[in-house]
């Protein structure tokens, strides 16, 4: 099962215990993929256009607890009606009043997640979407999303309003509103595991680079002191560029700080630091000559 899927599975588990917020979530799956009209011979139906089956069976699980509709004995005329008075026209977006308190935002959020939510596989990237039907559906959603301080954008896709996120801690925020908590473990897991294997990688890419380019400046160093040697002579040069010449030579695998300490008397880094650039514009004005 897809990581989408195992989140759909645990919300579809998830009944708050008070009317009011099964209500709010219950309008969320009608108003995103609900349908109700009547058949041919008359009678009225209820449905919902969704492919996960858990969240299909929560949906009507909601109808028989909230307005005690059972979809397979038949639906009054008056269970009818009074479901179309609470949720309104599904053209429309959710009733605000629906979901003023904060317990029915998120129980909002989750059927709308069951509805027409997704999330992708977070072992190869964070992107969680609601592809809505129209745009004003779309910004009641977003709107209730950053309610709960988590940013969500709109993008339009051919004919449909996208409301997406693409962080990875604005995801575990929402599937924590959503009281998803199993997910949102497995999420953080994968998401620390990620992390510590890009830090790794950077701190190992960081030292390979610090190594090449000590690697390349003792070459060039090198180089430019047999260049002096061999064009000029050691016994031209200064004592202590002489000595420190020689050293380098002598230890052409030694970081700085070592080859201070082969010198007499020790220096520094910077002082060995300075030194070899002085080398260094020794042999360019030889080269130069």
């Known amino acids: ?31 995103y993929c609900g349908q109700y009209g009547r058949d041919s011979e008359g009678n009225y139906t209820i449905g919902f256009q969704m492919e996960n089956e858990a ?10 607890k909230t307005y005690n509709i059972d979809t397979g004995a038949g639906i009054s005329k ?30 909002f959020l989750r059927g709308a997640f069951l509805s027409i939510g997704s999330i992708s596989d977070p072992r190869k990237g964070y992107h969680m979407e609601f592809v809505c039907t129209t745009q004003e559906k779309a910004k009641r959603l977003q709107s209730v999303i950053q309610g709960f301080d988590i940013d969500a954008k709109i993008v339009l896709r051919k004919k449909y309003y996208v409301v997406y996120l693409k962080e990875g801690s604005g995801i575990v925020d929402l599937l924590n509103v959503c009281e998803a908590h199993v997910s949102l473990m497995k999420l953080e897991n994968l998401r620390i595991l990620k992390e510590m294997r890009n830090s790794i990688n950077r ?14 400046a003792a ?3 090198i180089e430019d002191i047999e260049y002096i040697r061999d064009h000029y002579g050691f016994q031209n040069l200064p004592d202590n560029l ?3 010449a020689e050293v380098r030579l002598e230890n052409p695998d030694a970081p700085l700080k070592e080859l201070g ?4 008397p020790p220096v520094g880094k910077s002082g060995v630091n300075h030194r070899l650039r ?11 000559k």
Not at 278 to 288: C, G, T, V
């Open 278 to 288: 002085k080398l260094s514009e020794i042999a360019e004005r030889i080269r130069i």
């Open 242 to 244: 002489r000595q420190m």
């Open 78 to 107: 008056e269970q009818m009606q009074e479901l179309l008075s609470k949720l309104g026209n599904l053209e429309e977006p959710v009733s605000h009043l629906l979901i003023k308190n904060s317990c029915c935002q998120r129980a």
């Open 203 to 216: 701190r190992v890419n960081c030292e390979a680079a610090n190594i090449t380019k000590t690697v390349n």
């Open 1 to 31: 099962m897809s990581f989408s899927g195992e989140v759909k599975e645990e919300l579809a588990r998830h009944i708050s215990p008070a009317r009011h917020c099964q209500i709010a979530e219950l309008a969320a799956m009608m108003n």
């Open 55 to 64: 969240a299909r069976r929560k949906g009507f699980t909601l109808l028989k």
């Open 261 to 264: 300490e082969y010198l007499e």
């Open 219 to 221: 070459a060039r160093q």
